[in-house]
């Protein structure tokens, strides 16, 4: 390393942020940048670790994470940007949206803090989109082999950018208007800018990834005609069933799931009107948010930017210890509590507390009533009881579930292949990401389930190391 001590001689400096008064009055980023010659400092906290795991446990995509903060240190821009290439496609996406395991395995971490490890990520993308240094890599030569990609959010454009770099012919099949699938439409504005995805779309076009927008598998194009005109099918749909809270009172109106709320305010962003009958606004209302992960999060800070009088969080689970928690001891992604720039612009988060039914005024809702709970641990693991003397209730105008999702969606095109599921509803693979039907592969959440965005982008680039081999083994 340049800089064996820099760990013991610079502290950890994070990227600015907005102020509050001024971002929630627009959908811009949030977070902004470091200058260069900080950055480079933050680079030289890195250790040199001998057994670096933020680079074998903290990162799903084994990022070689201790050598381009030593490029980075060192100056050397254009090398660190391509060690951070091998490994990631798409380094200034996880830099703006993972929630960075890495650095909590960094071995500062321990009695320290971390090395900014997300920051420098990012930056060192940014530098070299600035420079002109990120081009396409179209391939000379074209192995006549046809591939079709179904969705195209992180996995999908993984699986399609890796394959169409070894030469074979790409086709993204997307049911929305743009690129992007979640990452479009699923991540507020305010953390993903989506002119972002329309460079690196823009780069695999060139590259020779065709996209098809408004093609829905199963609906508009024949999942018989896909196995017919390509060699391999991959299915990236991610994993889009949300998780419901089945309560009386659930089918009054404006109670909705996360990704109906989201999606439709990345559709205003974006200026496509999709024609909806029912427009979902926070504007003037007491919202409350019912989950406390990192999509109810994006809900809040949505609601607020959109006017909110009043945010409420609720999360079922106890509230995690604020620094350590001995049961999720390092190098593990520790179980804290975890404040996000939404939170800090303004809302009231509680936990323990169950949903135990809405009350309507005509056909919409208007009350909530829950409790509290207590979790006790027995031998057959953690169950909740609910604190008698905790119920409450409280006027509510729009309700917003953000409780995670269970699988990949089942109807349609899934069942029309008739492809095996595993116990958890995702599609099964075998060891080569293969589904039960041959040629037909299967990457990402709907293998997985919902995951982080840079897992995605690691099974992304697995599958299509898998396909390529199939269609070169396999096909002659």
Known sequence: MGKPTGFMLYQRQDAPKRPVEERIRDFDEVEGRLPVEQLE?????????????????????????????DMAYRKHWRRALDLLHATNNFPEITGRVCPAPCEPACTLA?????????????????????????????????????????????????????????????????????????????????????????????????????????????????????????DAVCLAMGAGEPRDLAIPGRGLENIHFAMEYLVQQNHVGAGEDRGDTKKINANGKVVVVIGGG??????????????????????????????NNRDTPWPLWPNILRTSSSHEEGCIRRWSVLTKRFLGVGVRVGELHGCEVEWVQSDT????????????????DLVLLAMGFKHVVHGGLVDSLGLKRDASGNLAVDENHETSERGIFAAGDSVCGASLVVRAIADGRKTAASIDHWLRSSLG
């Open 110 to 230: 321990i009695n320290n803090s971390p090395v900014c490890i997300r920051q420098i990520e990012l930056q060192i993308a940014e530098y070299g989109w600035e420079r002109g240094w990120i081009q396409p890599q179209p391939v000379p030569r074209k192995t006549g082999r046809r591939v079709a990609v179904v969705g195209s959010g992180p996995a999908g454009l993984a699986v399609a950018q890796q394959l169409a770099r070894v030469g074979h012919d790409v086709v993204v099949f997307e049911k929305d208007k743009a690129i992007g699938g979640l990452l479009r439409y699923g991540v507020p504005d305010f953390k993903l800018a989506k002119n972002v995805i329309d460079r690196r779309v823009e780069q695999m076009v060139a590259e020779g990834v065709a996209f098809h927008v408004e093609a829905a598998v199963g609906e508009d194009v024949s999942p018989k005609l896909l196995r017919k005109e390509f």
């Open 294 to 323: 990192d999509t109810g999060s994006d809900c809040v800070g949505t609601a607020r930017r959109q006017g909110a009088k009043e945010i409420h969080q609720f999360e079922i689970l106890p509230k995690p210890p604020e620094k």
């Open 381 to 396: 693991g953690w169950t909740m009881k609910e604190l008698a003397g905790t119920e409450f209730s409280m006027k509510v």
């Open 41 to 69: 400092v933050q680079a030289a906290r890195c250790a040199d670790c001998g057994v670096p795991f933020c680079h074998s446990i903290g990162c799903p995509l084994a990022n070689l994470i201790p050598d381009w903060n």
